[in-house]
């Protein structure tokens, strides 16, 4: 860190000087950064503000270090410092107030325009959200104030698009308002703020969830026939202002799945049918999410009496365990994770992950829903005050209520830290070190070894008060009644006791376990493991019970018991470790192809036994480490292929045991499952090369690579890819044979080795099989040879490559061999790539060739990601066809398809379709990575296992599949509007 030079001291009061120190990362950046704010300032003729930034100080320095740290607090204060400086004469909060009342003004205006509206909306918003971030930075005050200011700024905003977009419905004579200057009042307009926003605790960068309904008795309402399709295009014009991306920003991020049936309904829904749907078909997860609706715009006298009508839905009267059983298995991504060991910081989602925000929450739902309908005093929206109210009520210790706030508002601040960088909707901490001390510095630690030490004890300390308070709850498990297993002949009561813990076929079941008691596999013949078996046969067979398909669940895990070679170890460990008990359970109930793998390569599950599995980072310098050690000593070529193959299995499954756990998300998971491939399939090259020169020596000058391609070269592999490679090589032109005992020609001998490879990575052995390897990406495909000479590659792909083969170039990386060819080869990709080309040829080809594969291979139904309209495939081909043209902002070496859909250029995509196209890609993705990891096959909806649902729902972090269903085909249509519209659009150009 470098030395800030000294500026001249000035004493100014304004802000009344922060009362939290900030630390840079970059001490002379950021004294650089106030020297161009000042120049801005003057520019803007602010001279007290220009003045105050030239001067010395702890606020100087507050503000140096906020827009080090912060992108976007630096990048709104460069565009528009007036908002600094008109804190000269208002204090935060009173700004704050100024910005709300100009927001309920903006529809009223006489000229007013739809246009004028989102522009003034966003200018305001912008200036609030970087008050309220610097607001909280300073310690001016804390995250409990922020989640109220924000909620309150949007409140304010779906107000102002209400108000106008009423007004405007009255003026064209669609609505007659009783009141046209309060346009809410009797519109019958309800719109319910749920989620964080209805409970006043929306983050830095949180979307806004919404469900609308209309009444059409309303005064307002002239024809109720028309009032569905009047109110849903409403809604929907709504969403537009407060959502789309303009060249000023955006207001909210705007989300309706929220409501009812939301596949198949309007976006406006009728009082009387919501009312009927809630109490005839709501599901549980219905009832959790109408505990913080709260109506926030529109006719709130309206929203107010719906609300009153659905609470006999929403509160029971009586105690009610099998709901929460239920909610609790639709939100499957919450775990009590006690005894999972050490905690990773980097890449930590503090929203989601194991000691997060979200296990607060989820309690204090659960907790409410039990006992809301007896304990009115239950039913507040609010997160923390309900801790307090259930610590009167004795449900939980005052010790879990003080120190679940304390750690609730610290995870708030975590949260909102994160967001602040660059206003992204996320939760998760940075994974490299720069990032983690970013988040440490804007939290005021000194650095990220600091900020580390107290965010796990944060998160252990949530984790063992959320483990605790499950434990201390009723549960329908206790006292399942008689489990009875002697003898030949079924034990009545045990029949019943299984069949209350969800196994259909109890008999069934009961041979099976005497089979455990009977010590017929060798996993069981000791007297030792069987007493520990029967010890733990209870525990097992709730937790079995507990994946909707138990009777397959228990059936898997007893396949896997049948091949262990021993089995007081695991017995002993799953005693000890409820949480491994519990990923059993999940992995044979959820994940048929990662059970299958454990059942037929027990060892693999060694890795579980690693306490460090969970807070470790699967990352490349991780993984290189582990395969030096797994390969240590071994010499015997055959031993090293095998010791490869022993290495990918357990590293691919324990990936996906991250994956699965939630402490990795689908792009790391991506990333790890490449990084493995390159690694091995390296190790196995290096192994190869060695043993072949054995006997053909090597050639003069010789040296080869190999140029990952397909989601290798992305970094998008999933548990079940194969691999896309082409072998490129070169040597001296003199040379005209190898050195050794059996010389072969240069081209013969880099096809042989070739040839060696693919049969040392794809051989099956009794080891299984490393990779499936596919070369028809190389030039000429099949008709071509295995191995090609750089110069024949370079002639190929500038001369006679067609348009899909440098499509396929644009995911192109090189994964191993030599160093210095590996570089040339780069340099060679980049250059044909970046080769003029006519955009409108380009464009037209690309649609052409999407219609083709949508012809020759239809999708199977909604869940085929790749091949649905709109799915995998059109992200994949925008993308590349925007490598292709140039039209990305800094693409070089770019492979992933999500990170070059980040970078498309403005004049390609603008920033709201940007976006769309990468939420879809995260979708898509997370949905991919969960469904290969679980399955060997595709995913059919009606014969999953319901296990793997929740798994989706988890990772999409939506509450019930119809959401998802919904959402999946909303995104897919989304973006096959985009794909046709920048693909037709391009074809008009004449060139790049």
Known sequence: MTAAPKRKTKRIEWFGGPA???????????????????????????????????????????????FNLSFFLRDCARRRPGMLDRLFGETTDQRLASIVEAIGAAPFAGDVSEAGLMSALRALKTEAH???????????????????????????????????????????????LPLPEHPSEGSGWILLGMGKLGAHELNFSSDIDLVVFFDPEAPAVLDPYEASDLFSRLTRRLVRILQDRTSDGYVFRTDLRLRPDPGS?????????????????????ERAAMIKARPVAGDVAAGSRFLKELEPYVWRKYLDYAAIADVHSIKRQIHAHKGHGEIAVKGHNVKLGRGGIREIEFFVQTQQLIAGGRFPELRGRETVSMLGVLASRGWITPEARDALTQQYWFLRRVEHAIQMVADEQSHTLPEDDEGLERIAHLLGYSDAAAFSQVFRVSLQLVEKHYAALFEAAPQLSAGVGNLVFTGDVDDPDTLQ???????????????????WHFGRYRATRSAE????????????????????????????????????????QLFSLLQSNPWLLKLIATIMGAAPRLAGIITRRPHVFDGLLDPQLLSELPDRPYLAARLSVFLEGTIRHEDVLDRLRIFAAEQKFLIGVRLLTGSIDAVRAGKAFSDLADLTIGAAFDAVQKEFALHHGRVKGGKAVILGMGKLGSRELTAGSDVDLILLYDHDADTEESDGGRPLAPSHYFARLTQRLIAAVSAPTAEGVLYELDLRLRPSGNKGPVATHIDAFRKYQ????????????????????????????????????????????????????????????????????????????????????????????????????????????????????????????HLYSALTQIIRLCLTGPFERDDAPPGLCDLLLGVTDLPDFAVLEAHVKETSRKVRKIFDLLLRSNRGRNNH
């Open 130 to 176: 970087f008050l309220i971030a610097l607001s909280e930075l300073a310690g001016e005050v804390e995250a409990e104030t922020t989640v109220r200011r924000l909620s309150d700024l949007a409140d304010a905003c779906v107000t102002a698009g209400v108000s106008f977009l009423l007004r405007d419905a009255h003026m064209q004579g669609k609505l007659k």
């Open 265 to 285: 309904t309007p976006l406006a829904i009728p009082v009387l049918a919501a009312l009927n749907y809630y109490e005839g078909r709501g599901q549980n997860w």
């Open 529 to 568: 493991a069987r007493e520990r078996l029967t010890e733990l046969t209870p525990a097992l067979l709730q937790a079995f019970g507990q994946t909707h398909r138990a009777d397959e669940a228990l059936l898997r895990f007893d396949e896997f018991l049948a091949g262990l070679p021993a089995g007081i």
């Open 798 to 921: 500038r001369n006679d490559a067609w348009t899909w083969e440098h499509m396929a170039l644009t995911r192109a990386r090189p994964v191993a061999g030599d160093p210095a060819l590996s570089a040339e080869i780069e340099k060679e990709v980049d250059e044909i790539l970046a080769l003029p080309r006519d955009t409108a040829k380009i464009a037209r080809e690309v649609a052409e060739m999407r219609e083709l594969i949508g012809e020759e291979k239809p999708p199977r139904d909604l869940w085929d990601l790749k091949l649905i309209p709109g799915g995998l495939i059109d992200l994949e081909f925008i993308a590349q066809f925007a490598v292709l043209t140039g039209q990305g902002a800094g693409i070089a070496h770019m492979t992933g398809t999500g990170d070059v859909l980040a970078h498309l250029a403005p004049s390609l995509a603008d920033a709201q379709r940007r976006q769309e196209l990468v939420d879809a890609h």
């Open 497 to 515: 006791t299984l069949r209350n813990l969800g196994f259909e076929r109890p008999s069934d079941i009961c041979r099976v376990i005497r089979t």
């Open 20 to 66: 939290r120190a900030l630390t840079p990362l970059d001490a002379s950046e950021a004294a650089r950064e106030l020297v161009e704010l000042a120049d801005a300032a003057k520019e803007a003729k602010l001279p007290r503000l220009a003045a105050l930034l030239e001067g010395e100080g702890p606020l100087q320095d507050f503000l140096g270090a906020a």
